[in-house]
């Protein structure tokens, strides 16, 4: 069964600084993976994917994921942190099993301190 | 560009009472989506549709039925509202893509309270 799991509920990072919320995963095979973010009461917004091809993916509002396969890991990390990055951040893996379904992980509340 | 519309925003329920919770769309996406949001523990699949006129069951079904009688709509009922049946839910779509890399677009939720 596929999963993932996101280790921190809540990683507090001073504005400015380089920030990175963790995320590992369980699957048989090639791995689909996205992330996604949530500010509050609103739905979840669509950051990254990686498919296949570069570790290093960009995604929207300049976060960048790594892909890293020996370590089954899918880390989000962003140069330099603003306020406004506060959210909560969830990780996903596509159901091979089923028709683009997402495992999601329990998210990762981001603080970024002025 | 509306993308994904849920209706109602807010709504509380007395156990036992049943309810629609509708989704629309205006992307033309094949598939569509229904999520349940708890506290720390992520989003669950409650169930899916991957085109007009099918429906199948995710992760959490019970308790829920579907209809996607248009591709545009995507309806999720509870016949008989139980407590634990309070959740924000989150409907999505995306278009059918190349083998499922394509991302999911969401509403902004309904906020449900069953009494």
């Known amino acids: 069964a596929q999963s993932v799991a996101q280790p921190e509920d809540q990683v507090n990072v001073a504005e400015g600084n380089p920030l990175t919320v963790k995320c590992t995963y369980s699957?048989?095979?090639?791995?689909?993976l996205f992330w996604y973010v949530q500010y509050p009461n609103r739905g979840l917004q669509f950051l990254l994917k990686?498919?296949?091809?570069?570790?290093l993916v960009k995604g929207s509002y300049g976060f960048e994921a790594e892909f890293n396969k020996s370590q089954t890991s899918f880390h989000l990390k962003k140069p330099s942190a603003l306020v406004s990055d506060s959210a909560l951040y969830f990780c996903?893996?596509?159901?091979?099993?089923?028709?683009?379904?997402?495992?999601f992980g329990t998210g990762t509340r981001l603080t970024v301190i002025p | 560009n509306a993308g994904v519309t849920q209706t109602p925003k807010f709504r509380v329920l007395k156990t036992g009472q049943s309810m629609t919770l509708l989704c629309a769309q205006d992307m033309n996406h094949e598939y569509m989506y229904w999520y349940r949001q708890d506290p720390g523990m992520g989003l669950r699949l409650i169930h899916y549709s991957v085109g007009e006129g099918t429906t199948a069951k995710g992760e959490v079904p019970d308790g829920y039925n579907v209809s996607r009688l248009k591709k545009q709509n995507f309806l999720l009922g509870l016949e008989s509202a139980a407590p634990s049946q309070t959740s924000v839910y989150f409907c999505?779509?995306?278009?059918?893509?190349?083998?499922?890399?394509?991302?999911?677009?969401f509403g902004d939720g309904t906020r449900l309270s069953i009494l």
């Open positions: 699957v048989s095979g090639n791995p689909y």
């Open positions: 996903a893996v596509r159901d091979q099993t089923g028709a683009n379904n997402l495992f």
């Open positions: 990686y498919i296949t091809g570069d570790n």
């Open positions: 999505a779509s995306s278009y059918m893509g190349w083998e499922g890399n394509q991302p999911q677009h």
